[in-house]
């Protein structure tokens, strides 16, 4: 069964910058390709970043340029990261980390809060 721990989330002032990072137990990422999905209050979860088993990243429209995925496929750190700088309020929301296709049980998310 694995395990999805997301953290680094807090309330950060317009312009700042966070960096969230997501822990997998009972698996390692392999050559899974990974993403990090947000969910805004009242709307969809929705793909906000991911990285391929290839190591390639893609990005949405509305966070290109401020954000950036990073992973580490090592099986001692088995994490993946999202730095996220120029935040904007429209970037709150809860933060999840899974694979992309066959996804794991969602972890609980980290909360970002832009707001002045």
């Known amino acids: 069964q694995v395990q999805l721990v997301e953290s680094g989330g807090g309330l950060v002032q317009p312009g700042g910058s966070l960096r969230l990072s997501c822990v997998a137990s009972g698996s390692i990422f392999g050559l899974y390709a990974m993403g990090w999905f947000r969910q805004a209050p009242g709307k969809e979860r929705e793909l906000v970043a991911h990285?391929?088993?290839?190591?390639?990243?893609?990005?949405a429209d509305s966070v290109k340029g401020r954000f950036t995925i990073l992973i580490s496929r090592d099986n001692a750190k088995n994490t993946v990261y999202l730095q996220m700088d120029n935040l904007k309020p429209e970037d709150t929301g809860v933060y999840y980390c899974?694979?992309?296709?066959?996804?794991?049980?969602w972890g609980q998310g980290t909360q970002v809060t832009v707001s002045s």
């Open positions: 990285v391929t088993s290839r190591d390639t990243t893609y990005y």
């Open positions: 899974n694979r992309l296709g066959n996804l794991w049980a």
